[in-house]
């Protein structure tokens, strides 16, 4: 009979229900089993194919994208720390649309005391502020560094209409532009440079006391045009801080003007070294090409010497940038600059530094070398690096990434001596921020949109970079058992969430992705599916626009492999990896010959413990004793007694079997059921370490697809010859199981962090001396 | 810092602060500005045994405008620094709301890594306690994360510059999906 059910218990069951659904986040779920489909494809979430995005992850046929091109003159005025430029603008719709109207980007805003950042960032702990953010905080009140827009005019001078929207700018087109038309505009503009030391951003200036220069490294620093798309149409997200840019490609042509004892780094390639550099530093960039080795362009000596200068006049250095989407440049009299030509993949690039005396002796050592080590390994993952130039810059911004140049922030101490930690430190973000040309430089990801899809995949590809620096360098991210802690927190979002709405931003949209790589790689594809499909992705999409759904396609198009359950796992979930050993039961063939079964039955038995009662009753007179002619069949007969019937079946039994048959009962296998259990939702592969009686291993590797029926609990048949003594999940911790006291048979206690470290302090370094003294005269 | 401001300037002050701390969120390859504790309570010496890992390079800073020189963590001063330090900015308070004397232990200093190993003596018990987490609160953005363990029961307990203390409550260890059906 069906129990009615009251309305309003409808009503709670229905917004329950609600809940439920949304809570398991990416799931569909299935409510006469109870549970949701691990391996569901994700069809509801993926956009559908088109003509310009394939559903194997190609673009397609249909496929475009804008471009822009730029002819850009801009001053540095080194006294009062401001930068004035013009510049002219071909836009070209490539678009199959008609556009009325184009967006700008006017990043810069982002410095205005009332920008949608400013508005919008929630308050800090006041409870406990240091000095330093309250210097910072009054420093910053008082700065202004916004954009102050001068012109805006088309080809023929006439002014056009525009409207600023905060980090945004919308310029009204005189008449509609259509497809495959072209328009021409330039737009002037200034603003205030930021002082790094008080608001510290992805460009800015720092002041040097000791000598009262300034080293300048300027990014996002003109009107750049924001991306018209297939799939949102104009990327025109407020710049909030987190997302970075989402830009066309283009060729740009630079006039930078700066004082004449500076000396600049640019993206793009010189045009006029005859005017901005002396003979002898054009005779020793020419000798870079063949050295083999690092060679200084601007010695130690003369940037000490230019420090002490004072300018005579300006210089404007001319750069050209081809089939770029950004443009950055540093500028400073105290730079010193190394150079090396390289051939990466049979194509020459010249990797160049740039740094103050400050980060010496580490620079000259290391930058060039990190840029050129990361050409080498990104261009074998991915494609030949493109561009002529690749740049390192130290300054004061931590490490920020742009076309062909990019700044990175460690330096030595004062006394030129520097940590381990510097060193590595130093060595990483180099290699990070040179591969960002990778992604998303040329594959041009939507950053204002996924940040894991530069950073993630860049973190990655960092990781396996660092891995072919030295043996064991000492990666802080990309190995499973490093994302432990994160995937265990709670105040999670998952991967697929915008760049500003990301809590725990770094290990979201960097270690979180790149981890999952890495695993697809090691543990699920192998290296050579993993690598032939990854590099297929990035040929694919080289100078063009790919979106999540182009790579997860690609993914699986060119491995061969369904994945959609791993990138709903990994990428649009936040459940964790936790299988444990729940239980382990061992079941053995039943002898059929009745004296071998029966008797081993027997001794069974008599080996069961005899209960108090039986024992205690044993002494007691019995009245069948006292009365024999009580005993009958039933008193003598055993069951386990064989019989002739007994015999005769055996008999019978063994002539209807086979000799293979015959073989297989003669063989002596163990059958043994591992009950497993799927607590932290993640689906993951089982891998296990079986370890036998006589002490051998053996690796058992399940794909996730176990989890297919039911991702919560499975039991798996495991037949050996041996007896096991110990089974051992995720053995080479591969798959980030976050608790590994649940991942052995029998149980075993995994001792925290803390009690191993008190394990290790036991003794005191003379003990372990005296230790290794009496190892050795054993 | 003063927790009661006045009128138009508390307005003032609230935004400048939330302006600063957006303007400085750049740095592209560091955003990595979070510490992880692993606190394991054990019943048999009535204490929580905390193992928590930082960045070293924003330890050494820390203790640098603590003491205000330079001190290498693998020095035998920093000893002494990273203590006090912890006294200031972890702070375990027991249910009657007072602190629980904190002991030191030990640390081990990597490239990657700084672990700091220290006690805290709870003979009431871990019930209705509260931790107080700011370390490296000089780092903007900084998330630090103390996951608790007592034999089955676990939490994890996320600190922000948004919020520097919180109580201590376990949650079921089982994972938040829809309830199975065997088949």
């Keep these: 009979m069906k129990t009615p059910i009251h309305p309003n218990t409808q009503l709670l069951f229905a917004l329950l229900s609600c809940f439920a659904f949304c809570s398991i986040n990416a799931q569909v779920r299935n409510p006469k089993y109870g549970q949701a489909d691990s391996f569901r494809q994700l069809d509801e979430i993926l956009p559908t194919p088109t003509e310009a995005r394939l559903a194997s992850g190609a673009p397609g046929p249909k496929y475009w994208q804008q471009r822009a091109n730029y002819e850009i003159d801009v001053e540095l005025n080194d006294e009062d720390q401001t930068l004035t430029g013009r510049e002219t603008i071909t836009y070209q719709n490539v678009s199959p649309h008609t556009l009325t109207y184009l967006w700008l980007q006017l990043d810069a805003n982002i410095f205005s005391p009332t920008s949608d950042s400013s508005l919008t960032a929630t308050a800090p702990s006041l409870d406990r502020i240091s000095t330093t953010a309250l210097q910072r905080l009054q420093a910053r009140h008082a700065f202004d560094g916004s954009v102050q827009i001068t012109e805006v005019s088309d080809s023929k001078k006439q002014p056009l209409k525009y409207t600023i929207v905060k980090t945004m700018m919308r310029i009204d087109l005189p008449a509609p532009l259509r497809s495959g038309e072209t328009f021409v505009f330039s737009v002037a503009w200034n603003y205030k440079i930021n002082n790094s030391k008080v608001v510290p951003a992805r460009t800015g200036y720092e002041y040097f006391e000791d000598d009262g220069n300034y080293l300048y490294e300027i990014a996002h620093w003109f009107p750049r045009m924001a991306a018209y798309t297939d799939y949102t149409g104009w990327q025109h997200k407020q710049f909030l801080g987190r997302g970075e840019f989402t830009l066309e490609l283009g060729d740009y042509l630079l006039r930078i003007t700066v004082p004449n004892d500076h000396i600049v780094a640019s993206s793009g390639v010189l045009l006029n070294p005859d005017q901005v550099l002396t003979d002898a530093q054009r005779e020793r960039l020419e000798a870079a090409k063949e050295a083999g080795k690092p060679v200084f362009v601007v010695t130690p000596e003369e940037a000490a010497a230019n420090e002490s200068n004072k300018p005579t006049g300006k210089k404007t250095w001319i750069f050209k940038a081809d089939n770029v989407r950004d443009v950055a440049f540093a500028s400073s009299r105290k730079f010193i600059w190394d150079a090396q030509q390289h051939s990466v993949e049979g194509k020459d690039v010249m990797a160049m530094s740039y740094y103050p005396k400050e980060g010496e002796p580490l620079w000259s050592r290391y930058s060039t070398h990190a840029i050129i080590h990361t050409l080498n390994v990104y261009s074998r993952y991915t494609f030949t690096y493109p561009y002529p130039v690749a740049i390192s810059v130290n300054g004061p911004v931590g490490g920020m990434e742009y076309p062909m140049i990019c700044f990175n922030g460690p330096r030595p101490e004062d006394d030129k001596t520097y940590s381990k930690r510097t060193k590595y430190g130093l060595i990483s973000v180099i290699i990070h921020e040179v591969g960002h040309n990778y992604f998303p430089m040329i594959v041009n990801s939507d950053e204002r949109q996924w940040t894991w899809m530069d950073e993630g995949i860049n973190t990655f590809l960092q990781y396996l970079s660092e891995q072919e620096w030295e043996e064991n360098y000492p990666s802080r991210r990309g190995r499973p058992k490093d994302i432990v802690q994160y995937m265990r927190s709670t105040r999670q979002v998952p991967i697929m969430t915008n760049s500003e709405s990301i809590l725990q931003f770094g290990n979201n949209a960097y270690a979180k992705p790149a981890t999952a790589l890495n695993i697809l790689r090691e543990s699920i594809l192998g290296r050579e599916l993993f690598d032939f499909a990854f590099k297929e992705f990035a040929t694919r999409w080289e100078f063009k626009r790919p979106t999540p759904s182009d790579f997860f396609r690609t993914m699986e198009d060119a491995s061969g492999v369904d994945l959609d359950w791993f990138w709903r796992g990994w990428f649009y979930g936040t459940e964790h990896t936790d299988i444990g050993i729940s239980n382990l039961r061992l079941y053995t063939l039943e002898s059929p010959d009745p004296d071998v079964e029966k008797t081993e039955k027997k001794k069974e038995r008599d080996a069961e413990p005899e209960t108090l009662s039986t024992k205690r009753d044993k002494p007691l007179p019995k009245r069948v004793d006292q009365f024999p002619e009580l005993k009958d069949f039933y008193n003598d007969f055993d069951k386990l007694d064989v019989t002739e019937i007994d015999r005769k079946n055996f008999k019978e039994f063994m002539e209807k079997l086979d000799d293979d048959e015959k073989q297989l009962l003669n063989e002596n296998r163990n059958f043994y059921v591992v009950d497993l259990e799927n607590l932290g939702g993640l689906v993951m592969p089982v891998i296990f370490d079986i370890q036998f009686d006589d002490d051998t291993h053996e690796e058992l590797r399940i794909p996730a697809e176990i989890w297919r029926h039911n991702n919560r609990r499975v039991s798996k048949l495991i037949i050996t010859s041996k007896p096991i003594a110990k089974l051992t999940l995720d053995p080479h911790l591969e798959t980030a199981d976050v608790d590994r006291e649940n991942n052995h048979w029998p149980p075993q206690i995994v001792k925290s962090r803390f009690k191993l470290f008190k394990d290790k302090k036991g003794k005191n370094d003379m003990q372990k001396a005296r230790g290794d003294e009496d190892e050795d005269k054993q | ?183």
């Design chain 2, 1 to 183: 810092m003063r927790s009661q401001m006045l009128g138009r300037f508390d307005v003032t002050f609230v935004v400048v602060c939330a302006l600063f701390a957006c303007a400085s969120s750049s740095s592209s390859a560091h955003p990595f500005h979070v510490s992880f504790a692993e606190a394991e309570w054990n019943a048999g010496t009535k204490s929580l045994e905390v193992a928590l890992k930082l960045h070293p390079n924003d330890l050494e800073q820390a203790l640098r405008r603590l003491t205000k020189r330079r001190i290498k963590l693998e020095a035998n001063a920093a000893e002494a620094a990273i203590v006090k330090y912890l006294r200031n900015t972890f702070v375990v308070k027991d249910k009657k709301k007072r602190n629980a004397a904190l002991t030191w232990v030990g640390s081990e200093i990597s490239v990657k890594e700084a672990w700091l190993y220290f006690e805290f003596s709870l003979p009431d018990g871990l019930e209705n306690i509260s931790i107080t987490n700011s370390v490296m609160s000089h780092v903007q953005g900084q998330k630090n994360t103390v996951f608790i363990r007592d034999g089955k029961r676990r939490t994890t307990l996320v600190f922000s510059e948004h919020q520097v203390a919180l109580p201590v409550k376990f949650t079921s260890s089982k994972p938040q999906t829809a309830p199975l059906i065997t088949p």
